[in-house]
């Protein structure tokens, strides 16, 4: 584009062009032996070993005797037209056309059951295959009233889900998903509108908006998907639901919508120290007399002393839970163990 014998001077030119007069002045530079010495290794390293990134490269090459930066290495990767082979981001994209509803939950107080439902959609590998696993979740409870196992991502089986949670569970105020194109399709916000559900959409990219479903994935896949390789659709159909009415009975609670007691603990009243964590311990040792945990240990130290706490493993821990509640015998042991500003009872959530 640039003519040298062109009578208009080649600043002109470059600026007619909208290009840098650098790159007009710039002669390429032949690179150096060493440079390619390199370059011939990181392709042979790259072969071998495929996932390996700037780093991983730069450590095998430092580690052949040579002296050579992670910037460097990046540098000539790109030259070379070469990279790490990694899973990367794959987040949930709306159809276009479709509509994206606003965040409705931010700052907003879940107080009580079937005020907010979420649902999403999660990948579930098999021996052989894949499946897609979507849930409807109680964001109150934590309950799963409804799933689907299906082959496909079509909306269909998202939809027979909600029908389904509605037709056993009543109806919620607000309904919240990710901006998928299952979501966001006018079979399923329609089904939303004619039940005056008000419908809301995490933001893009925001994995915390919808995070109580996320949570229930990371139970199915690390307690049931990961145990066992599916041989067919029809066995993980089965399996999947059978775990599901277990996780659904392992968060009941007596007083039905209350999230589950997951910790008691006991705050010691001695200031940092070898004899508040003796408080703390034998307070604990006492305590799991009673309850029989398969879990505890001593928390601290901090401004409030040590915390002897006990984590219930099971979903027995309910019944654990109530029983200590009742038990004016088991208060009493543990009062007289500890100090006396050390019979404060504590729940953490799940």
Not at 169 to 194: A, M, V, W, Y
Not at 263 to 280: I, K, M, Q, T
Not at 285 to 309: F, H, L, Y
Request: with cysteine.
């Amino acid at each position: 584009m640039i003519d040298r014998t062109h009578d208009l001077p080649i600043v002109r030119q470059a600026k007619v062009l909208n290009i840098s007069r650098g790159t007009v002045y710039y002669k390429p530079r032949a690179v150096s032996t060493e440079e390619l010495k390199i370059m011939r290794r990181l392709d042979e390293l790259h072969l071998d070993y495929p996932f390996a990134g700037s780093r991983m490269l730069r450590d095998m090459l430092n580690r052949e005797g040579g002296s050579i930066g992670r910037r460097h290495v990046s540098t000539l990767m790109k030259r070379m037209g070469i990279e790490a082979i990694y899973r990367r981001p794959n987040t949930s994209k709306p159809a276009p056309g479709h509509r994206i509803y606003p965040y409705l939950l931010r700052g907003l107080k879940v107080e009580r059951a079937n005020q907010v439902w979420a649902m999403d959609i999660s990948y579930i590998p098999m021996a052989r295959g894949f499946v897609y696993l979507a849930a409807v979740v109680d964001w109150f409870s934590r309950r799963v009233l409804s799933h689907r196992v299906s082959i496909t991502m079509e909306a269909a089986f998202c939809v027979e889900a909600v029908e389904e949670a509605l037709a056993k569970h009543g109806k919620p105020e607000i309904f919240n998903t990710d901006q998928g194109s299952q979501f966001t399709c006018t079979d399923f916000t329609g089904l939303l509108i004619e039940n005056g559900i008000a419908i809301s959409m995490d933001g893009k990219g925001s994995w915390r908006d919808n995070v109580f479903v996320e949570r229930l994935w990371r139970s199915v896949k690390y307690e049931e998907v990961y145990l066992k390789a599916y041989e067919s659709v029809s066995e993980a159909r089965a399996s999947i639901g059978r775990y599901l009415d277990f996780y659904n009975r392992a968060s009941e609670h007596p007083s039905v919508y209350v999230i589950e007691g997951k910790r008691l603990c006991w705050l010691g009243c001695d200031p940092v120290g070898y004899f508040g964590f003796c408080s703390a311990r034998l307070v604990m040792d006492c305590a799991a007399d009673v309850v029989r945990a398969a879990r505890a240990k001593i928390q601290g130290p901090s401004g409030k002393g040590w915390m002897a706490s006990i984590s219930l493993a099971s979903a027995a821990s309910l019944r654990v839970f109530g029983a200590i509640c009742m038990s004016r015998a088991a208060l009493l042991r543990l009062s007289q163990c500890s100090f006396p500003s050390s019979a404060g009872l504590c729940t953490g959530m799940r």
